[in-house]
């Protein structure tokens, strides 16, 4: 392992890739840097991610905060195990989350609902940014 790239996407179709190079082989990497990509319009660019990872094995566990001045703003995690890249493993995948993106893409825009139900601001989206990738 030598790199680590975190992809960020968001419900307009873009993505920015943060990509952090692996130095030592621990157990857990911790990587953080600040927020270049509009994700939300419930959120700034004033703020940064925290990133933690378990060395990738039979499992993998991500885990994602983004904090601000004020504290924490969003945890996310993501946890799966290792299995072979087959067709067979594929389909079952397919067969066992059939509309995984219809349910993520529908949770976050009833999030984005309630949330301006509750008189939340939004945040403008700024110009596209040029660069996609950025290597800390």
């Not at 959120?43 to 499992?59: A, R, T, V």
């Not at 994602?64 to 890249?85: M, N, P, T, V, Y």
């Not at 989206?125 to 996609?132: P, R, T, V």
């Given at each position: ?36 990509f ?6 700034d ?24 001045s004020?504290g924490?703003?969003l945890f996310?995690?993501?946890?799966g ?14 067969l ?41």
């Amino acid at each position: 392992l030598i790199a680590i790239l975190y992809e960020v996407k968001n419900t307009f179709g873009e993505q920015h890739t943060y990509v952090f190079q692996i130095n030592s082989y621990q157990n857990i990497i911790e990587n953080n840097c600040i927020k270049k990509f509009f994700v939300s319009p419930f959120m700034d660019l004033k703020s940064e991610y925290f990133f933690k990872i378990l060395i990738p094995g039979n499992k993998l566990s991500i885990v994602i905060d983004q904090r601000d001045s004020e504290g924490k703003l969003l945890f996310a995690s993501q946890d799966g195990k290792r299995c072979e890249l087959t067709s067979k493993n594929l389909l079952f995948s397919y067969l066992k989350h059939p509309l995984m993106t219809f349910k993520i893409i529908s949770a976050i825009h009833f999030e984005a609902l309630r949330l301006w139900l509750k008189g939340i601001k939004l945040v403008k989206k700024k110009i596209k940014i040029k660069n996609n990738i950025t290597i800390e």
